[in-house]
């Protein structure tokens, strides 16, 4: 089955203890994304990569870290979270190359306390 | 990047009518747009596209129609449906950057 996982769908955590969230494809898309939502704001997106060891910043970077070793990989690192890194974050992959028909992973919800 | 509003944060439609939300965008160099439909608990699905130099596409019971002149994208659903309430997004690209408006909340009446 075609899909988007991420891991974890929750997690809990402290200010200051880094973390990983992963984000892996079965597609082998060329476009992957990681968005964060949060009431009243819509969808942001923190960082983009349209191919392998290529990323870009989206709106909202500052905090967080990508990488981009594989193609079917894509996860996102907060190296020191904040409670205003507490939000629900959504990857994303598509086909790429002007074609950004976005397929959504399920959602982790992170709290920061 | 600029930003994509939306001039209706909820819309109330009954089931069998049909269904328009709007979206303004900022970024008159954007060359994609994107509706998105999210249920709740759930990740955004894809509804439908449109590239710049169209002004008009049309799905399943959805078109989008993008007016460049004033900034302006419409996504409208035929027969709306109870399945279809949920909330929508545009979003609009340049060179692979998205950036998503804040939804409206569309609720179909029975």
């Known amino acids: 089955e075609a899909q988007v996982t991420q891991n974890p769908r929750y997690l809990i955590t402290v200010t200051g203890k880094k973390l990983t969230v992963t984000c892996s494809q079965n597609?082998?898309?060329?476009?992957m994304s990681w968005y964060r939502q949060d009431p009243g704001l819509g969808l942001r997106q923190i960082y983009y990569?349209?191919?392998?060891?290529?990323?870009d910043k989206g709106d909202v970077p500052e905090g967080y870290k990508v990488s981009r070793k594989e193609k079917r990989n894509f996860p996102l690192i907060l190296e020191s979270p904040s409670p205003n890194q507490t939000s629900l974050y959504f990857c994303?992959?598509?086909?790429?190359?002007?074609?950004?028909?976005?397929?959504f992973g399920p959602g982790t919800r992170l709290t920061v306390t | 990047g600029e930003s994509v509003g939306l001039h209706l944060p909820t819309l109330s439609v009954q089931e069998g009518d049909n269904s328009i939300i709007n979206c303004a965008y900022s970024?008159?160099?954007?060359?994609?747009f994107i509706w998105y439909k999210q249920e709740s608990g759930k990740g955004p699905q894809f509804i439908i596209d449109?590239?710049?130099?169209?002004d008009k596409r049309q799905g399943q019971r959805v078109t989008v129609l993008l007016n460049k002149t004033v900034k302006h994208l419409s996504l409208q659903i035929a027969a709306t449906q109870p399945g279809d309430s949920a909330v929508y997004f545009c979003?609009?690209?340049?060179?692979?950057?998205?950036?998503f408006g804040s939804g409206t909340q569309l609720t179909v009446l029975p």
């Open positions: 994303a992959s598509s086909p790429g190359t002007g074609d950004y028909e976005q397929y």
């Open positions: 597609m082998n898309h060329e476009y």
């Open positions: 990569s349209m191919n392998v060891e290529v990323t």
């Open positions: 970024n008159s160099a954007s060359d994609y």
């Open positions: 449109i590239r710049s130099n169209m």
């Open positions: 979003a609009e690209s340049l060179a692979g950057q998205l950036t």
